[in-house]
């Protein structure tokens, strides 16, 4: 199984089967030649990196507000400071070594924010307290192969939207904050302190379905809201579970939420007005 290389809330692996039959299906098209994939929410980067191991004449371009992420990223893709790094995530083998670790370095430092994303992918800065501490002996080939091939930003999301809305010849893929999700463990998106409400957010990508020229795919939980205001854009839904561990009174608490995700598309629409320029007409999903 390949590694997510920081962990994130909201992680896309199991799900990554149900995304790509839409992905090989705009990538299969013979009306345009995908030569890009755009992430503007990245996070893990598990998505692009597994489409990667099928497609690796792509350009990936990888977008997360988080500049530590960012910055760990660019700096994995060096053999020396990988080398380097890895020497220091293995010296932390106990929870001991971690809490040691944590009261020597202040948590806005670099190597904690990536040390605490690694040892425990949402809880930031706890040490995790119904799972054994996973020691990585060394960073995957397929991670290390993927990050010497992609480009790192750390850009605010609606630049990236702007930069690539209209390469005919990319995928957008986004992955959003969700609104009132089961996933409790998502934040408001900010940038340089300066909160935004997320549903602005959700605007922009429904501007982004309707005007975008490039090929957009979205995954966001679906509600009263999102089903209303994208209704035009839904490919299909599927349900994900959010597994939780906690402690409560001295004891491990385990809770299981289910939530539906929808994905979105204006793929169809893109295709339909292709295929009735050239006369032949189509049918969407």
């Not at 009306?31 to 792509?58: V, Y």
């Not at 939530?259 to 032949?280: A, C, P, R, V």
Request: charge should be positive; aromatic fraction near 14%; glycine fraction near 2%.
């Amino acid at each position: 199984m390949l590694d997510t290389i920081l962990g994130c809330h909201g992680n896309k692996r199991r799900e990554f089967k149900i995304l790509n039959l839409l992905f090989k299906k705009i990538l299969d098209d013979k009306d345009r030649i995908i030569d890009s994939f755009i992430e503007p929410f990245m996070g893990t980067c598990i998505i692009s990196n597994l489409l990667f191991l099928e497609n690796k004449d792509l350009t990936f371009i990888c977008n997360d507000i988080e500049k530590h992420r960012v910055d760990h990223y660019n700096d994995m893709k060096d053999d020396h400071k990988r080398d380097v790094f890895y020497k220091l995530l293995n010296s932390i083998k106990t929870k001991e070594d971690y809490e040691l670790y944590v009261n020597k370095n202040n948590k806005n430092e670099y190597n904690h924010y990536v040390i605490s994303r690694m040892i425990h992918s949402y809880r930031y800065g706890l040490f995790p307290t119904t799972k054994k501490l996973k020691i990585y002996d060394k960073m995957h080939d397929n991670n290390i192969n993927f990050l010497k091939h992609a480009i790192f930003l750390n850009k605010y999301y609606s630049v990236i939207f702007n930069e690539y809305k209209n390469n005919k010849n990319s995928i957008i893929y986004i992955d959003p904050p969700y609104l009132n999700s089961a996933n409790k463990t998502y934040s408001t998106y900010c940038d340089c302190g300066e909160k935004k409400d997320n549903m602005s957010i959700y605007i922009d990508i429904l501007d982004l379905l309707k005007y975008a020229h490039a090929y957009i795919v979205v995954s966001i939980n679906n509600n009263s809201i999102t089903q209303y205001i994208y209704k035009d854009y839904i490919y299909k839904d599927y349900n994900k579970t959010y597994d939780s561990s906690f402690k409560k009174k001295n004891s491990e608490k385990n809770e299981k939420n289910i939530e539906n995700i929808l994905i979105l598309t204006n793929y169809f629409h893109i295709k339909n007005s292709i295929d009735n320029d050239n006369g032949s007409g189509w049918d969407s999903v």
